[in-house]
């Protein structure tokens, strides 16, 4: 999911080493965002929560869903996703639905890509029939696309994953590393994918990502 790596918490650590209250705990971290004025502090707080958070964090993190940087809102979205999964579908749907998230519906679909069950299906239903015209483009990052497609086959949502093919050729922007993984999560589709992209994907994960596919 949105787990953090070693690399991860060491910048996090790297970034609080000068406040002497620093602990790698739930309750720092709350505190720094409950208290703390510094955008990059909540923002470094809230991707630790990934880490040591429980149902004791959602609260706070939901706060934030006004936070005046989107950066911040978009990472407690998927902080909540890593902590509480699926049991935060109707959290997940509402921000999908609320005209205020602007770039945050695209963070509310990650999480719903990864994470949410079959309550979210209507809502991204609605969704892709809304916004079709833009998934369709392909000079943007297709994030979006790949986590309806990925939610549609994890729900075994068939009949929408054929009417919603048109998702398949932005992923043509994806780096090898990229369409790799993506697969890796839709393993049912690889075939019809690649035959949309007109290309194959080896199994084996790419050694040079520095090409865009």
């Known amino acids: 999911m949105f787990l953090l790596d070693l690399s991860n918490k ?8 000068k406040n002497k209250a620093f602990s790698w705990s739930e309750e720092f971290f709350l505190s720094t965002i409950s208290t703390d004025k510094s955008k990059h502090d909540v923002f470094w707080a ?14 706070a993190l939901k706060a ?3 936070y005046p940087k989107q950066d911040v809102r978009d990472s407690a979205v998927l ?45 991204v239903e609605k969704y892709v ?17 790949q986590e309806v497609l990925a939610f549609l086959y994890r729900v075994d949502a068939s009949s929408l994953l054929q009417e919603f093919s048109f998702l398949v050729p932005p ?9 790799h993984n993506f697969l890796q999560r839709v393993p049912g589709l690889r075939v019809s994918i690649e035959a949309e992209l007109g290309k194959f994907v080896s199994a084996e994960i790419p050694k040079d990502d520095s090409a865009v596919a």
Not at 46 to 52: E, I, S, T
């Open 46 to 59: 809230v991707l630790a929560l990934r880490d040591c958070g429980t149902q004791k964090s959602l609260p």
């Open 10 to 17: 060491e910048t996090i650590s790297q970034h609080f080493k």
């Open 64 to 66: 934030l869903s006004r």
């Open 129 to 145: 029939r809304k916004n079709k015209k833009k998934l369709q483009a392909e000079n943007m990052d297709p994030r979006a696309q």
């Open 171 to 179: 992923l043509v922007s994806l780096t090898p590393l990229a369409l």
């Open 79 to 123: 902080t909540i996703a890593q902590i509480a999964g699926a049991t935060e579908t109707p959290y997940f749907v509402q921000i999908l639905e609320d005209p205020l998230s602007g770039r945050g519906r695209v963070y509310a679909l990650w999480a719903i890509g990864v994470s949410a069950d079959e309550r979210a299906l209507a809502s």
